[in-house]
């Protein structure tokens, strides 16, 4: 005899009645345990997800905060390069100009000592060329008693070219002691005159100054002169222009006698001539 088949349902359904209650606790319980555990794992299924996407995001951010340090370093150092460049191009630029700078300045004093040569050239052909007037000789042409002493200044132009706009002015001044620069100015701007003058005075040209005292010699003033107790001064200055039209002056003196002879001694002061 064919025994019937029973379907599934019917079947869990009949065995499900035959359990015992604890069999069926720890089934139902079962169960539960592991509909929990299904739940447990989709939360952490989602949330390791949720961690994974979290963790591919801060990967990203990594890489491209690493990223972002390289091409920091890249503009770090390119900038570093290009400050480098920089500060090479400017030592070489101060250098540049320290150079060019030594060079103005040995410029300039090779342009100095160029015009002081040339102006030393200048001034030395110029002293060469200019006129140079002074006096050549003193003559006691008139020295008697009842007569004014007489003395005869001579001078000439050594120099190369004319002298132009000369003037003399000569003192003749008897006096007991030997005079001084300071006192001869002193007589010079009370009795000095002008005793000649003249347009030019050639190159080796000579003339002559004849100059007198005012009072007459006695014969007391010959022994005196005679015995140099007195002593005759003539004194002066010669101005002239040169060719290049600069004034010139020439201050001369001599007394008479002189301590060797009876001649005219060349004074120790108030001689000179610029």
Known sequence: MVRPRLSSKTGIRQK???LE????????IAGIGLLFAAVLT????????????????????LDQMKSGDVETKIIAESAKLQADNTKKLAELSSSQIEQL?????????MAAASQESINLARESFRLDMRAW??????????????KPITVEVGFTNTGKTPARNFSAFVVIHPSEKHLSEGEMVKIFSQYGKLQQKSDVVFRSEEK??????????????VEMV?????????FGELAYDDVFNNRHSTKFCGYYPSAKDRSFNICRDHNGVN
């Open 226 to 234: 005679k015995s140099k107790q007195l002593f005759i001064y003539v």
């Open 21 to 28: 209650f604890d069999r069926k606790c720890e089934i139902f």
């Open 133 to 146: 007037v002074g006096p050549k000789y003193y003559n006691l042409k008139v020295f008697q008693a009842g």
């Open 16 to 18: 499900w009645t035959q």
């Open 208 to 221: 002559s100054i004849t100059v007198s005292t005012s009072d007459i010699a006695n014969d007391q003033t």
């Open 42 to 61: 989709c939360v952490t299924t989602f949330q390791l997800s949720q961690m994974k996407e979290q963790t591919q995001a801060m990967k990203d951010q």
């Open 101 to 109: 700078r030594a060079g103005v300045e040995e410029s300039h004093k």
